[in-house]
């Protein structure tokens, strides 16, 4: 589990193709890798990925064609920022909301404007995914915990501060680029219970 807090901005070092799937290397020096060992979970741009090896700042994980085609990884290329965050422990600070680090689909950012010293954005989901997007809810993007401003079919507003836009990859993002959504845990299982 995790929290949505980005903890550092990391870089793609590699993504190699290896019997089907691809070795995905991420030059992790933001986030140091003291204390992290084969087979902790880090979330990588919000997609929770099982640790293979440590060599100096760099992690490297292994990336199935299911998450590939769920996320943006597969589209990034070496140089790329990603957004990286430890798993939870249980003493730990719940800043964010509850992120599993599943993703739950690809969406769009299609709009920036300035709201004073702030930003807001407008994003589009798969359609899907909308019904469980609400306002005020919160939502993980790239793996960042925000707080739903308001939604419209489709397409969802958040506003982002001056710190969230440094402190991650947001800074980097334009119109049209693609964006890991993770949906709230809690209504994907209150759907799942109502259905019986």
């Not at 290397?25 to 090896?53: K, R």
């Not at 140089?79 to 909301?97: I, M, Q, W, Y």
């Not at 599993?100 to 004073?116: F, N, Q, T, W």
Request: hydrophobic share 45%; glycine share 12%.
């Amino acid at each position: 589990m995790f929290s949505g807090i980005v903890q550092a901005v990391g870089k793609i070092a590699s993504l190699q193709a290896r019997g089907g799937d691809v070795r995905l290397v991420v030059d992790a020096q933001g986030l140091g890798v003291d204390g992290v060992a084969p087979g902790d979970s880090i979330a990588v741009a919000g997609v929770c990925l099982t640790v293979v090896g440590i060599d100096a700042t760099r992690l490297a994980f292994d990336v199935s064609n299911e998450t590939l085609s769920r996320t943006s990884l597969g589209t990034l290329d070496p140089g790329s920022g990603v957004n990286l965050e430890k798993a939870l422990r249980l003493a730990d600070r719940l800043d964010g909301h509850l992120v599993s680090g599943h993703v739950d689909g690809i969406g769009r950012v299609l709009a920036i404007e300035p709201d004073a010293r702030s930003q807001r954005w407008t994003f589009e989901v798969p359609v899907e995914l909308a019904k469980y997007i609400a306002g005020k809810g919160s939502v993980c993007i790239d793996g960042t915990s925000l707080t739903v401003n308001e939604t419209e079919g489709a397409r969802f507003g958040v506003n982002l501060i001056p710190h969230t836009v440094a402190v991650t990859t947001f800074k980097d993002r334009r119109v049209g680029d693609a964006v890991n959504i993770e949906v709230d845990l809690i209504a994907r299982y209150v759907e799942r219970l109502l259905r019986g």
